[in-house]
Structures are given as C-alpha cells and as structure tokens.
C-alpha cells in the first residue's frame, strides 16, 4: 500500500529554505518523505551511514548537507542510537482521525530510547491534546501500557514530562540544535563549513550596530565576543547585508525594544546573532511589516513566518 507524506509548496518561497544548497535541499525532501518514516509524524529510526547510503554519497558528504539543515534548526538527530526528530511534522501530517494516532504505539516500541524520544513524547502529547479530546483520549489509551503515574512510557527519565517550555527571550530560548553523532564525528553549530571572511565585513557589521548604539564596541578586536559571533554567522553563509538586516529586525521588535514585562530592551549582539535561527527570524522581522506591530505574546515565543510550514520559527 502507498504510502505520502505531505509538504506545502510554499516552501519554495521560503528565505531559508532558498540558502539551502542543491544538497541541503535534496536531503530536506529525503528527511520529510524518507522510506524509514512512519504514521508518527517527524519521528523515525534512522542513522547517518544508512541514509546516506540511501541518497548514494559518501558519510562526509550527508554530514556536509546534513549540518546545513541542522544549523538552521530544523532537524534533531541522535545517530548513537539512530533517531531522527522533525518538530514541525505535526503540522503538516495530522492524524485524521483518533485511530490514527492509536496506531503510532506499535511504532513507538521500536524506536531506541533516548532523551530525544523523551522530547518527541512530550511534543506529541501536548500536539494531540491540541486537536481535542478523542484524539487526546486516543493518544492516553495508546501509550497507556507501561505507563507511570507520570504519564512515562519507555523513556529514559520520567521526571522529564514536568519540563517546562520557557517562553521568554531573556530566559534563553531553546532552540532546534540537538544533535549527536558517534564519538569519530562531532556536529555543532560552530563547527560548520565555513565560507571565507575579513576583518572588513566584520567591521562593517560592527559599524551598522554601533548606529545604533554609538558608545558600544568602541574598540573591536578579534577576541572580542561579538567579533566572533560576526564571524562564525559569516563562516555559515550569511552575508553583510543579511547581519545588518538582522539588527535593524531586532531594533524594530517592540518586544525586543522594551514592550515586555520587564519592560527591558533586548539588543545585545549576542542575542541577534546568537545562532542561524536568531539571525533568520530577526530578517523575518525586519522585512515583514506585520511582525513589527507583534505584541509580546507573539514575541515571547518564535515570531510567525510569512509562510506558514516547516521552516516556521
């Protein structure tokens, strides 16, 4: 029997689905439709050498392609135990109907444990006490063996369900960079294929935030922390102009400029290019109109994309 998987063709407006090179985005579509996948949406076995032997490349090359989806957030993996977690699955491939989500059980038992199945059980929880009550009831009866008063089924620890999400930026946003590899490969984001850069894009990056702050990083240098925040977004295939967009977006955040509750502002450096998800969703910012008008709510978690799919922050 068949069986799809669903994509919105919007991705192919998308600012950062587009810096995507022809790898990345090959192997995006093979994360999302891949052969491994299951009726669980996002959440499927699979290891670094197996799909790459799947796409037909070398182990380096899927490692090159794959650090590129990685870095902006969009996929966790944990190819010591050969998992792999697709957040956003959820809102493109829901159940149709409670049964649907009954059956992710016999899937469920297959997949290794590890502290990422912990974080896809929580997610999937909260998602199908989102859609109502037959499928929230559908999801309690199917992971109902084996389950603790908590709520744990078949995970490392049980005490992890009473996580809290923190929603707010000053309380460090947890952002999609999870990722673990057998001990010979280590996957960061700072250890990304760097693209050349000089001390003059930096500066010039330097110089556009000092315009907004005259009396800040007077005296830059190459140890500086900002210096090699600048650096390492550059080294990931950010340009100047797109750093520098960046921090008009922060600046032009309400919520960022002081409209919270703590009526702080929030425009260090370290915060705008603190990864490639920051740099990307202040962009966002900056060119959508709409995002500005934002009220805290919105801001306190990940502002919406003017395209509503996978690569939503």
Known sequence: MARY???????????????????GKLLWFFLLTSPQTTNIPGLYGATDQGIAASLGWSVKAFREAFQEVFSRGLVKADFVV???WIPKATKYNKPESPNVVRSWSKFWDELP??????????????????????????????FAEGCTGSGWVGMVD??????????????QEQVNTTVRLKPDFELSPNKIKTAPSNGTEILTVLEHYRGYHP????????SSKEWKLIKARLGEGYNVEELCLA?????????????????????GLDLILRDGTHVSKFIEICQDPEQQKSGQKEQTTEPKMHYEHYFED
Do not use: M
Request: with cysteine; proline share 3%; glycine share 8%.
């Open 5 to 23: 998987r669903k994509i919105d063709v919007r991705i192919w407006g998308d600012y950062k689905f587009r810096q995507l090179s022809q790898e």
């Open 82 to 84: 050969g998992l792999v």
């Open 113 to 142: 444990e590890c502290n990422l199945k912990n974080e896809a059980y929580r997610h999937l929880k909260a998602f199908t006490e989102g859609l109502g009550e037959g499928f929230s009831k559908a999801f309690r009866e199917a």
């Open 158 to 171: 049980p005490s992890l369900n009473q996580e809290q999400e923190q929603e707010q930026e000053q309380e």
């Open 215 to 222: 009396r800040a990083l007077k005296n830059p240098n190459s």
């Open 247 to 267: 921090i008009d977006g922060n600046h032009k955040s309400p919520f960022h400029n002081g409209e919270n509750d703590r009526n702080q502002k929030y425009n």
